[in-house]
């Protein structure tokens, strides 16, 4: 499949998933009995029938209940920051979508290879500045990252429907503009729970806009770095008058295209397909007009990009009492049970 070919597949599942669809509707049934599993599976773990592993230290699981991106990442890192300001030794554990390692789990470094563990966790390793372990089971790489490092906190990314692994918050992450879509389960729609799994986790975070209830979470775009030399930073100013080429490959491309426009830039738009494994030609427009891509590209391209390829560090921003309610609820709920 051609990057045109990929590009009009996610174009319409999106329509379907955010727009209004005939598609959706006639996939509605087959939504139904996918939420009924997945609650049924959720409810198997609440009652006892199956038992969560309980590792030593707590457990802040950070996930979505939709399917793509919703901002998670720049939240862990916060997240990891946060807690080590506040006296933790925190650690990072999380799937290693895309990465093509053998064995699991890996121990993830800053300059390991994104393509043997992933993109996120080698992003998450170079930001965050925590140990960070991968393995598609979030327990395996919570056992394998205690047993490498002296972690009293654990921070999982995207884990929310890991159900094995046992936590003591939940903070759920919603794209603030597509919010839940058509609001119905896969194949119909972009959840991979019912929507009321929302009222039972500790915190929802909304990237972008919130609502009432939500700690609204804001990108803060630091000066574009040279993929060559991370040392070299050029303003955005340097980029305006004449256009420059925009790649994404993450859940919500349009996201970062409309950024780059609020700062002024004429973006010509190269969305990819999340997780894309970039290869040279990908980044090849037939000029050589500068090339601006997300941090979590990046990772990806360093090892064969040219000088005019930039990308855009973001920080996330959350409100004070954000993090002071998580303090109070890890002081409230977490109770280091020993793992099973």
Wanted: proline share 7%; glycine share 10%; net charge positive.
């Amino acid at each position: 499949m051609n990057r045109r070919q990929a590009n009009s597949g996610q174009a319409w599942i999106n329509n379907m998933w955010y727009g209004r669809s005939v598609a959706s509707r006639m996939l509605a049934p087959v939504s139904w009995l996918y939420c009924l599993v997945a609650v049924l599976r959720r409810l198997a773990y609440e009652s006892g029938l199956a038992a969560p592993s309980r590792l030593p230290v707590p457990v802040i699981v950070v996930g979505n209940i939709t399917v793509g991106g919703s901002g998670k990442t720049p939240l862990v890192i916060w997240i990891s920051r946060f807690l080590r300001q506040a006296g933790f030794t925190p650690g990072i554990v999380t799937r290693g979508y895309g990465g093509r390692a053998r064995h699991w789990p890996q121990q993830v470094r800053a300059d390991s290879d994104p393509r043997a563990v992933g993109d996120e966790p080698v992003l998450l390793a170079r930001r965050s500045g925590c140990p960070v372990a991968a393995a598609p089971a979030r327990v395996d790489a919570a056992r394998g990252l205690l047993a490498h490092s002296r972690c009293d906190i654990i921070v999982a990314d995207d884990g929310l429907q890991h159900y094995a692994l046992g936590r003591d918050i939940e903070i759920a992450v919603i794209d603030g503009q597509r919010r839940l879509g058509s609001g119905r389960c896969l194949p119909a729609g972009p959840l991979r729970e019912p929507a009321g799994r929302l009222r039972y986790v500790d915190l929802v975070v909304a990237s972008g806009t919130s609502r009432r209830g939500e700690f609204a979470m804001a990108y803060l775009p630091g000066a574009p770095r040279s993929l060559r030399d991370e040392t070299r930073q050029r303003s955005f100013e340097a980029f305006t008058g004449d256009p420059v080429h925009a790649v994404a490959g993450i859940g919500n491309p349009g996201r970062f295209f409309s950024q780059l426009r609020r700062l002024g830039l004429t973006v010509v738009e190269h969305p990819f397909p999340d997780h894309h494994a970039y290869a040279p030609e990908d980044l090849d427009f037939g000029d050589s007009r500068p090339v601006l891509m997300t941090e979590k590209d990046a990772v990806k391209c360093t090892s064969f990009a040219l000088e005019h390829h930039w990308y855009i560090p973001i920080e996330a921003d959350l409100p004070p009492h954000f993090g002071g309610r998580l303090l109070t609820l890890l002081q409230r709920n977490s109770h280091g049970q020993e793992s099973a």
